[in-house]
Nanobody
Framework: QVQLVESGGDLVQPGGSLRLSCAAS????????MGWYRQAPGKQRELVAA???????NYADSVKGRFTISRDNAKNTVYLQMSSLKPEDTAVYYC?????????WGQGTQVTVSS
């Protein structure tokens, strides 16, 4: 079992920045990759960014150049640094951990970009 706890969601103005954190606990040795997804009202959940255990990253086209995913292995934490935020980035952001058998999800954290 893997437990994921997200934090950092907030209300921010367009053009602003925010950093999300996802702390993993439990069977973290089984995690192959971690990522951030988001789901806006009335839309499907979509991948925002992911990072593998080897450090490879990938991003959705809509966030490339604005968002950065990183991890701190000592803290078992993955971060999503978001800058130049746009109203269309408004969504609930979910942390995801991929193991060989099961995907795990956090409870989500709300990001609202509005003036």
């Amino acid at each position: 079992q893997v437990q994921l706890v997200e934090s950092g969601g907030d209300l921010v103005q367009p053009g602003g920045s925010l950093r999300l954190s996802c702390a993993a606990s439990g069977s973290i040795f089984s995690i192959n990759a971690m990522g951030w997804y988001r789901q806006a009202p009335g839309k499907q959940r979509e991948l925002v960014a992911a990072i593998t255990s080897g450090g490879s990253t990938n991003y959705a086209d809509s966030v490339k150049g604005r968002f950065t995913i990183s991890r701190d292995n000592a803290k078992n934490t993955v971060y999503l640094q978001m800058s130049s935020l746009k109203p269309e980035d408004t969504a609930v952001y979910y942390c995801n951990a991929v193991t060989g058998m099961v995907d795990y999800w956090g409870q989500g954290t709300q990001v609202t970009v509005s003036s």
